[in-house]
């Protein structure tokens, strides 16, 4: 026995950022933007936490999943950075909601709802728990630097969430990780010993850095494979899959993934126009998107798939159940 989604909620960042603003402060362009990546507009956080918008989704999964907060049994976050380094972001939203379940913060980079997803599933099987939410939050825009007009346009802040209940519904998941610094990475807080000179000291950068097209490589051959293998795996074909749910990076990878795969676009749903890369969270804002405007149906198969910095890939079968 491992689970069902039973409810699904998301909050995305409250000021919109459309690529106009990014052609007054760098090269670039409206049209290069939406022709290289799909991406018109996407959400940063101002005035709001990453805790808030967090806490909001949360709480939105709860009321669907017509569970208590006090009824849930563990709180996985997966998250590159929450506000404060400690405590984790899943103690402050266990705070905020009023839960009294451990919690604890992951980090996958844009693959977190995968990873956090198979670690429900171990939890389920083993009898542990019986209700588990899982928030997905990323606040890219802390990491973003503003003079590299080949990250700072991708990106975007959101948060998304799930309620697991005891269920059947998970027909099959897999996870990776293939470690790797080199194409992208976020460089952590340097130390300052008192004792090293500050002039030795390294300054902090602790922007994203990335290398677009070995990403974009990584990306196409590891979504295609780990989808091949998905539906061999679990046997169902891929005729039967209602959407292929794939982490929003960049239209062309969706483009090259449902190419490779033979299918129709209309599988393939997409919020990044709108919203961006939102890391972790950009799968869990989608299927709630889907679930809300009532596109999943009871029954329906669908096949979720990230990859992300790590650099860490995870791809799952899930039969919708309500
Ligand atoms: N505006 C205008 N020109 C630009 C911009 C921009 N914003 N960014 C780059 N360029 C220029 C480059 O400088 C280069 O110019 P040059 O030919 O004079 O050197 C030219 O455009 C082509 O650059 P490429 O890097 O080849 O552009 P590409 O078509 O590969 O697109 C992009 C770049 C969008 C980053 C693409 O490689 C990509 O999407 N990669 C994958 C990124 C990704 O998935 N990131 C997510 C990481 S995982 C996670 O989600 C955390």
Redesign the pocket.
Known sequence: MSFIIAGTGSCAAQTNIDNTF?EKI????DK??TT??GIKNRTFLTDESLTDIATKSAIAALEEACISADELDFIICATLQGDYIMPSLSCMIQKNIGAHCPAVDINA??TGFLYALDIADSYFKSDKVRNILIVCADNMSKFLDFSD???C???GDGAGAVVLKNGNSLKYINITAHGDKEI?YIKGTQHKLPFIEKSMQEKDDNY?K?D??K??KF?VSTVTEDIKRALSDSNIDSSLIKYFIL?Q??Q??LECSQDFLKEVPEKFPKNLNNLG?T?AA?IPILLDELNKTKKIKKGDLILLSA???GMTSGTAIIEWSY
């Open positions: 990014f760098i090269d670039t362009s290069w933007i290289r990546t980079a844009c007009r080949s990250t346009i991708l990106f992208l994203l990335m677009g097209q990403v974009f990306a982490h990076a960049n062309r990878i890369n890391s950009s990859f992300g910095g």
